[in-house]
């Protein structure tokens, strides 16, 4: 019956400026950018050759309730070297909030983007 989630909203301040650090400092690919009537245009970016995309969309920050000491990411970015990406997200701008975290079952880095969502960058073992 139902196939697949297809997208997710992150609210952001301006769709400019939100496209821009999504695909040019993170690296995701613009997808979709329609205009809507009597409203903010639909504008998506994804991770190529993923089929989820995020819709960004205006509205105030997603902010979390607070875990161990600190609020978790509300998105979650799989890469295949986190201190690689760490130091190459790093160098484009992007603002951490922890370094690399180390668990058992893998290692994160927790981001946010210019309007304070929280994301983070997570390799499994």
Same mark, same amino acid.
């Given at each position: 019956?139902?196939?697949?989630?297809?997208?997710?909203?992150?609210?952001?301040? %301006? $769709? %400019?400026?939100?496209?821009?650090?999504?695909?040019?400092?993170?690296?995701?690919?613009?997808?979709? %950018?329609?205009?809507?009537?009597? +409203?903010?245009?639909?504008?998506?970016? +994804?991770?190529? +050759? $993923?089929?989820?995309?995020?819709?960004?969309?205006?509205?105030?920050?997603?902010?979390?309730?607070?875990? /161990?000491?600190?609020?978790?990411?509300?998105?979650?970015? *799989?890469? %295949?070297?986190?201190?690689?990406?760490?130091? *190459?997200?790093?160098?484009?701008?992007?603002? /951490?909030?922890?370094?690399?975290?180390? /668990?058992?079952? +893998?290692?994160?880095?927790? /981001? *946010?983007?210019?309007?304070?969502?929280?994301? $983070?960058?997570?390799?499994?073992?």
């Amino acid at each position: 019956m139902l196939n697949r989630v297809l997208y997710t909203h992150v609210p952001v301040s %301006d $769709q %400019d400026e939100a496209l821009a650090y999504y695909t040019e400092v993170l690296g995701l690919e613009k997808r979709v %950018d329609n205009p809507v009537p009597e +409203g903010p245009r639909f504008l998506t970016v +994804g991770v190529r +050759g $993923q089929d989820l995309s995020l819709v960004l969309w205006p509205g105030e920050p997603a902010v979390a309730e607070p875990a /161990f000491g600190r609020a978790p990411a509300i998105y979650t970015l *799989e890469t %295949d070297d986190c201190e690689r990406a760490y130091a *190459e997200l790093s160098a484009r701008g992007v603002r /951490f909030v922890t370094g690399v975290l180390e /668990f058992p079952w +893998g290692r994160v880095a927790v /981001f *946010e983007d210019p309007d304070g969502n929280r994301l $983070q960058i997570r390799e499994g073992r």
